[in-house]
């Protein structure tokens, strides 16, 4: 079955620098990855996703790399800007088909001004 | 704003006791999923309903249990409460059956003491 891992748990990055959020997986059976966001006191929110028939998906400042041989996804943002703050989840899709998403446990990212 | 609402917004109970958190998803969206997230811990899929039917069902106890009315809000079901079971409970949206662009609800954070 489908296992989703964020290692790192929080992240601190200065204002401008370059955040970089890690996600492995463990079934790479299934092709379409999520990135959420969530604000306290709010529910998650859409950020990105990525095919596996990509390698690479950018929308903005935000850019998600697969790289599909190490099951491994990775979130930058560039520059990381204070708003940026928040708990990040990824998400993939279950063995059993595409209506479950299994999240990963989050990375709390603190943007420094 | 997601469009999803929950009610209540914060719900303190007794171990033992039963209660119901409500959904009402974005207009015009059939699927709903209900979501727990504990402390250090990603959100664990419980539960999916698409135009009143379940549709998948994830790690859901048996003490709770879900539904979806017939204009598509859904109520989760929590009885026999144990201290555990605090956490904070999401409601997620989609317009169809695939899970790949849900729309969450700002969640309901129940405290069981």
């Known amino acids: 079955d489908q296992q989703v891992k964020q290692n790192s748990p929080s992240l601190s990055v200065q204002e401008g620098r370059i955040s970089i959020l890690n996600c492995d997986y463990t079934?790479?059976?299934?092709?379409?990855f999520l990135w959420y966001k969530k604000y306290p006191a709010e529910g998650p929110t859409f950020l990105i996703s990525?095919?596996?028939?990509?390698d690479k998906n950018e929308d903005g400042r935000f850019t998600v790399f697969l790289n599909k041989s190490a099951k491994h996804l990775s979130l930058h943002i560039v520059p990381s800007q204070p708003g940026d703050s928040a708990v990040y989840f990824c998400a993939a899709p279950t063995t059993s088909g595409t209506y479950k998403y299994i999240f990963g446990t989050g990375t709390r990212l603190k943007v420094l001004a | 704003d997601s469009g999803v609402t929950q009610t209540p917004k914060h719900l303190i109970t007794a171990t033992g006791q039963r209660v119901t958190l409500r959904c009402s998803p974005r207009?015009?969206?059939?699927?709903v999923y209900w979501y727990q997230q504990s402390l250090d811990q990603g959100l664990q899929f419980l539960i999916q309903?698409?135009?009143?039917?379940?549709?998948a069902k994830g790690n859901i106890l048996e003490r709770f249990s879900a539904q979806q009315f017939p204009d598509l809000h859904s109520e989760l079901n929590l009885s026999s409460l144990e201290l555990g079971d605090s956490a904070l409970y999401f409601c997620?949206?989609?317009?169809?059956?695939?899970?790949?662009?849900?729309?969450f609800g700002p969640g309901t954070r129940l405290t069981v003491l």
């Open positions: 309903y698409y135009n009143g039917e379940e549709r």
């Open positions: 207009s015009g969206d059939l699927s």
């Open positions: 079934n790479s059976m299934f092709d379409y």
């Open positions: 997620a949206s989609s317009p169809g059956l695939a899970g790949d662009t849900q729309y």
């Open positions: 990525i095919s596996s028939i990509k």
